[in-house]
């Protein structure tokens, strides 16, 4: 406690007896209750203040990497469109959007963009028969840089039938066109970007098949 006030922590300190069993659990869970333990936080302050020794992990959205884990606490700080990092190292600073930079400590930069590269879809197959159920197989990635990156949580539709991409960037989904022949439109949303489509074609059975 005394290291923590003498840091310039705030803090609450409630020395209580007993011993390490449920009666006095719940009394300390009860009291956490009432000091606010789970009332909401604001879900993206446009200011905040993190301090970290971790080599990888996410402050409010933003997902950094150190290139070697650090030899000191690094602390962020973010002052509206700012960020602030303070310490020493290299570290890679992404948006949820995997928009970013990678800078050496100290520094002081704009917020990394929200968006960044262009979307890209690949399908498999392209060419649907009418009244067969069809596996579709789809990669969606976004390319920035020279790098493509999968895009988790894009969702792909056709028709009625939605899915959504796991962390590789991948879905699947099946698929049976009806009516007439011709285009279907497979649409890929993705947030912060705007959506693709890419058209499949529908051709008739052939006698026989």
């Given at each position: 406690m005394a290291a923590a006030r003498g840091a310039g922590v705030d803090t609450t300190y409630v020395p209580l007896n007993g011993v390490h069993s449920w009666p006095y659990w719940r009394r300390h869970l009860r009291d956490a209750i009432a000091w606010g333990l789970f009332q909401p936080v604001p879900e993206a302050p446009p200011s905040w203040t993190y301090g970290t020794v971790a080599q990888r992990g996410e402050a409010w959205g933003l997902r950094y990497s150190f290139a070697a884990a650090p030899s000191e606490v690094v602390t962020f700080t973010r002052s509206g469109a700012r960020l602030r990092g303070a310490g020493s190292g290299t570290v890679t600073v992404r948006s949820a959007a995997a928009c970013g930079y990678t800078v050496r400590l100290p520094f002081e930069r704009s917020l990394p963009a929200r968006t960044c590269g262009r979307l890209g879809v690949a399908v498999r197959p392209r060419r649907l028969r009418l009244g067969r159920t069809t596996k579709l197989t789809v990669r969606v990635t976004r390319k920035v840089g020279a790098e493509r990156l999968p895009v988790s949580r894009a969702r792909v539709s056709i028709g009625r039938r939605a899915v959504h991409t796991n962390r590789r960037g991948r879905a699947t989904l099946r698929y049976r066109p009806r009516g007439r022949p011709?285009?279907?439109?497979?649409?890929?949303?993705?947030?912060?970007?705007?959506?693709?489509?890419?058209?499949?074609?529908?051709?008739?059975?052939?006698?026989?098949?």
């Open positions: 011709g285009v279907r439109r497979l649409r890929v949303r993705a947030a912060g970007l705007r959506p693709i489509i890419r058209r499949l074609r529908a051709v008739r059975l052939r006698a026989g098949r």
